[in-house]
């Protein structure tokens, strides 16, 4: 299947600090990519789309100011973490969408784990 | 916001035995996804389903997509030990550009 990486496979930051992560299609070109964050033993929760060329659109409940994304190529997006806290330590995944193929199907990253002090 | 019922939520079974696992929806679902996700990693997409009623087959793993479009099961055969892990159902309902809803997994053990 497709590839999609990572970048950075885990962070440890001080609070207050901005992180960014990258989220890159390896083998194809992504018009839309996704973002989750996931706790321990929990499932995955969208955060936001990420669109080529055009602003992200955020779920409920997050905050678009806080978590800043950027897809400003067709195999990149990224998410910056603004000023973080030890709340926002998660582990964080993207998926991106091949629209290349004649079926609908979407690939992730290996993740990002993010711990804040 | 869309759910997806999955269950078990765990399962404990030896190695060799059968296995399997279900997703149910009050929504009709366009797409069904199946992916396992191991320990600190993503999730590994194991089958995709367009259809109502495809049943679709990758090696040992068997899913298929519901008739009524609100359910899937994935079933599991002959199981080993690198089975372990957590198998999520994912579901993408129409106009939702393209956006996933993901049950809350089963959690498999194989015992040696």
């Known amino acids: 299947g497709a590839v999609v990486s990572q970048h950075p496979s885990w962070v440890i930051c001080k609070s207050g600090t901005s992180v960014k992560i990258e989220c890159r299609s390896l083998?194809?070109?992504?018009?839309?990519m996704f973002w989750y964050r996931q706790f321990p033993k929990q499932s995955l929760m969208l955060m936001a789309t990420s669109n080529e060329g055009s602003k992200a659109t955020y779920e409920q409940g997050v905050e678009k100011d806080k978590f800043l994304i950027n897809h400003a190529s067709l195999t990149l997006s990224t998410l910056t973490v603004t000023s973080a806290h030890p709340e926002d330590s998660s582990f964080y995944i993207c998926?991106?969408?091949?629209?290349?193929?004649?079926?609908?199907?979407?690939?992730f990253g290996p993740g990002t784990r993010l711990l804040v002090l | 916001g869309q759910q997806l019922n999955q269950s078990p939520q765990s399962m404990f079974i030896q190695e060799g035995e059968d296995v399997s696992m279900n997703c149910t929806s009050s929504s009709i679902f366009n797409t069904w996804l199946w992916y396992k996700q191991d320990p600190g990693e993503g999730p590994v997409l194991l089958i995709a389903?367009?259809?109502?009623?495809e049943l679709t087959s990758n090696g040992r793993l068997t899913a298929q997509f519901g008739i009524t479009r609100k359910d899937s099961f994935l079933n599991i055969s002959a199981s080993i030990p690198s089975d372990v892990g957590i198998y999520f159902c994912?579901?993408?309902?129409?106009?939702?550009?393209?956006?996933?809803?993901f049950g809350k997994g089963t959690l498999l053990t194989v015992n040696p």
């Open positions: 994912a579901g993408q309902l129409r106009g939702s550009n393209y956006k996933l809803t």
């Open positions: 083998d194809f070109q992504a018009t839309t």
């Open positions: 389903l367009y259809k109502a009623g």
């Open positions: 998926s991106a969408r091949d629209p290349g193929l004649a079926k609908e199907t979407q690939y």
